[in-house]
């Protein structure tokens, strides 16, 4: 990254934090080719503990060690990890006509990105019980996970500290691993069940409030409750795990509770915990900040899921944009040139011509999208006087070909012009367009543009294969409006110069070369300049 360059870089994925949960999610994105970002502050919540555990293949790695691992192996694969903090981040407008999500983050030192996703791997800060001496010693011998540093005081002189209703769910625990456990009791009134329980695990209760965390050489040597000294070496307490963070709300992601029955436990961003997405689309959450009691190698397990999910959304993404992209290509020049270098279609009038036109004087036409002329050559030998529009070079010089052929060139005329710059510089008795699709918001102009052709007593035939019709030559489902005929369409006639009787209907139609029982439908939009 150029600290420089004030312009935003643009990567597929930004990760905030770079603890095991976002370096995993970083190390599969890495992986899938995708371009990451990792941006992390280096405050990892385990950075006090010695080492980490029931993480396999790792155990007891230091936790600053696996950070270090985890940014080696992600770089390796592309992915870069930059020091600091995101100081805003917002929801931007996507570019062009997408509606996939986009954001612009800035860090605090002023360096810009825009990323396709967000991951929020912030973590959770935890809240300690307000004993002095305490909070120095958390992740040494200040503990409040068994399954974390439980192995390590086996067998030693072991506290549990009643600042929480789960303190007999950790005395539980840890008397496990130890026959020398000590509830401290902190005043609270212990229901006889429980005391009975206390008993019966030989686990001595200390009334009184604990004041003081005792120290000496660097080591937690007790606790002071009351007036007395309680002999410990280690002391366990429940944290209360926040996750809520300025980053996540300025991204739209609240917070919730986290229950352990009827007893909350600890403050999660608002996500799903198995794959951490949010109500907001492209922002993801993982690691504690989605389950804030999950291990390490929980949080990992989370980004590698997360990650996955995100590449698979990013590649249907990818793909829908590539679709649009080639019909886009499609429907310009050299793609109809190149289809036009052979003969591709039958050569037959389209039926709805004959249907519309029956009964009407010959007079001027024209042909909007007329390809290889096969309705101007059937309007010509009806009598018309017929000009084929098109912007294929290649399509006009096949349909003047068979005009010469059917001996109607003297009737028929070709004028290489885009409909969707098209300006009519005259007025046709009969104005006809068969299966031209524009994006949507661009056909209720170009149909305006052709009403506006239409002589008085003229005219108007626009033919639409319906948006439904997928499988047999259709554009896709869900380009287009799917009211049909569009009341747009019938406006934009409507508004066109002139007074109008307008009909729009929806016709089926068989024998179209998909198969003699295929049925596929036209939308016929048709209308008459009364004056």
């Given amino acids: 990254m150029n600290e420089m360059n004030p312009s935003p ?20 994105l890495a992986r899938s080719r995708r371009s990451v970002v990792v941006v992390d502050a280096g405050e990892p919540r385990n950075a006090p503990a010695d080492a980490v555990h029931n993480y396999l293949g790792r155990e007891g790695t230091g936790p600053l060690e696996l950070t270090e691992i985890g ?6 694969y592309g992915a870069r990890v930059v020091e600091g903090r995101v100081a805003h981040a917002v929801s931007i407008p996507p570019p062009g006509r997408s509606r996939d ?15 396709r996703r967000v991951v929020l791997a ?3 800060r935890d809240t300690l019980p307000d004993v002095p001496g305490l909070a120095d010693r958390w992740g040494r011998d200040v503990l409040h996970c068994p399954y974390c540093h439980g192995w390590e005081v086996r067998d030693r002189r072991i506290g549990v500290l009643a600042s929480s209703a789960a303190a007999m769910h950790h005395v539980g625990l840890f008397r496990q691993l130890s026959e020398s456990v000590t509830l401290l009791s902190q005043g609270t009134d212990l229901a006889h069940a429980d005391r009975a329980r206390l008993a019966a695990r030989g686990v001595e209760v200390v009334e009184g409030v604990v004041t003081e965390v005792l120290v000496r050489d660097d080591a937690l040597v007790g606790v002071r409750a009351g007036d007395a000294e309680v002999a410990l070496d280690a002391l366990v307490v429940a944290s209360s795990p926040d996750a809520s963070c300025d980053l996540a709300t300025s991204l739209g992601v609240g917070t919730k509770d986290v229950a ?40 990992a397990a989370a980004g590698t899921q997360a990650g996955a999910v995100l590449n698979a959304g990013l590649v249907e993404e990818d793909t829908v944009a590539a679709v649009a992209a080639w ?3 499609q429907n310009e020049p050299d793609a109809w040139d190149t289809r036009y270098s052979d003969r591709v279609w039958s050569g037959r009038v389209n039926p709805r011509l004959p249907e519309r036109v029956a009964g009407l004087a010959p007079g001027r036409a024209v042909d909007i999208g007329s390809g290889e002329g096969a309705d101007v050559l059937w309007l010509a030998e009806q009598g018309w006087d017929v000009t084929g529009v098109d912007f294929s070079t290649a399509g006009l010089a096949r349909a003047a070909e068979h005009a010469e052929d059917a001996g109607v060139a003297d009737r028929t005329h070709w004028r290489r012009e885009d409909v969707r710059t098209w300006q009519p510089d005259g007025t046709w008795d009969l104005v006809a367009s068969h299966y031209l699709h524009l994006a949507d918001e661009l056909m209720p102009d170009a149909v305006q543009r052709l009403a506006s052709a239409v002589a008085p007593g003229g005219t108007l035939l626009v033919v639409l294969h319906h948006p439904d019709d997928v499988a047999h030559g259709g554009p896709v489902a869900g380009e287009h409006d799917p009211t049909f005929p569009s009341p747009e369409l019938v406006e934009a006639v409507e508004q066109a110069d002139g007074a109008w009787d307008v009909t729009a209907d929806v016709v089926d139609r068989v024998g179209t070369g998909h198969g003699p029982d295929v049925v596929v439908r036209d939308i016929v939009l048709a209308a008459t300049r009364r004056r």
């Fill in 71 to 76: 940014r080696d192996e992600v770089e390796q």
């Fill in 260 to 299: 352990m029955g009827d007893l909350v436990i600890a403050r999660s961003l608002d996500a799903d915990p198995q794959t951490g997405a949010t109500a907001v689309p492209g922002v993801v959450v993982v690691g504690n900040a989605a389950a804030p009691m999950g291990t390490t190698i929980a949080a």
């Fill in 9 to 28: 870089e643009s990567v597929d994925v930004v990760v905030v934090g770079g603890g095991a949960a976002g370096l995993s999610t970083a190390l599969v």
């Fill in 122 to 124: 912030t973590g959770v």
């Fill in 101 to 115: 999500p986009r954001f612009a983050l800035t860090l605090d030192d002023g360096r810009r990105l825009e990323a």
């Fill in 327 to 329: 019909r886009t290509a």
